[in-house]
T-cell receptor, first 112, second 114 residues
Framework: DSGVTQTPKHLITATGQRVTLRCSPRSGDLSVYWYQQSLDQGLQFLIQYYNGEERAKGNILERFSAQQFPDLHSELNLSSLELGDSALYFC???????????FGPGTRLLVL | AQSVTQPDIHITVSEGASLELRCNYSYGATPYLFWYVQSPGQGLQLLLKYFSGDTLVQGIKGFEAEFKRSQSSFNLRKPSVHWSDAAEYFCAVAPMEYGNKLVFGAGTILRVKS
């Protein structure tokens, strides 16, 4: 158990819908990262937050957005969902912006 | 092109045999280097990491990895594999010029036969 929690574990929804994935970092960690794991793209970095501020952005679609709240938990919002958004979404956290990342168990999203 | 390469998609070894999983990267400066393991339906667990210093690093579960700058490689090894090691293994790098984002290889699926 890494100490990073993610909810929900599984999510099934329809195309065009919007979902929110939640992540709580390890106690004391200030930085949160989001990754997408799909069969065709592998593991891809989406976005990083550090102490509430966006720090780095990867190949995140415009339909996706994220934020980190004052209590340091983070949410990833996915809207206008498409079949191709079906994937495993991981959250990771680290103490500082340049430290080792520890991963949560992931949220498996299925878009039908 | 800047990338992380794990040339072996699948590897099968017998229980008790030694294991080596290969990883090569192509970035200008030596990045931070990591190996993670993912069991079916599970998240990613950190096995070991290299930032600097001794090029042979020890990790959890009896794994070790050796950084070779001249070959831009960071291969993972285990002297004696156990059936519980069957999983997917990912090499990852944090390129200095891209902050702390991790760039992952495609993964190597390890099968252990008894």
């Amino acid at each position: 158990d890494s100490g990073v929690t993610q909810t929900p574990k599984h999510l099934i929804t329809a195309t065009g819908q919007r979902v929110t994935l939640r992540c709580s970092p390890r106690s004391g960690d200030l930085s949160v990262y989001w990754y997408q794991q799909s069969l065709d793209q592998g593991l891809q970095f989406l976005i990083q937050y550090y102490n509430g501020e966006e720090r780095a952005k990867g190949n995140i679609l415009e339909r996706f957005s994220a934020q980190q709240f004052p209590d340091l938990h983070s949410e990833l919002n996915l809207s206008s969902l498409e079949l191709g958004d079906s994937a495993l979404y991981f959250c990771a956290s680290s103490v500082a912006a340049q430290e080792t990342q520890y991963f949560g168990p992931g949220t498996r999203l299925l878009v039908l | 092109a800047q990338s992380v390469t794990q040339p072996d998609i699948h590897i099968t070894v017998s229980e008790g045999a030694s294991l080596e999983l290969r990883c090569n990267y192509s970035y200008g400066a030596t990045p931070y280097l990591f190996w993670y393991v993912q069991s079916p339906g599970q998240g990613l667990q950190l096995l070991l990491k290299y930032f600097s210093g001794d090029t042979l690093v020890q990790g959890i579960k009896g794994f070790e990895a050796e950084f070779k700058r001249s070959q831009s490689s960071f291969n993972l090894r285990k002297p004696s594999v156990h059936w519980s090691d069957a999983a997917e293994y990912f090499c990852a790098v944090a390129p200095m010029e891209y902050g702390n984002k991790l760039v992952f290889g495609a993964g190597t699926i390890l099968r252990v036969k008894s």
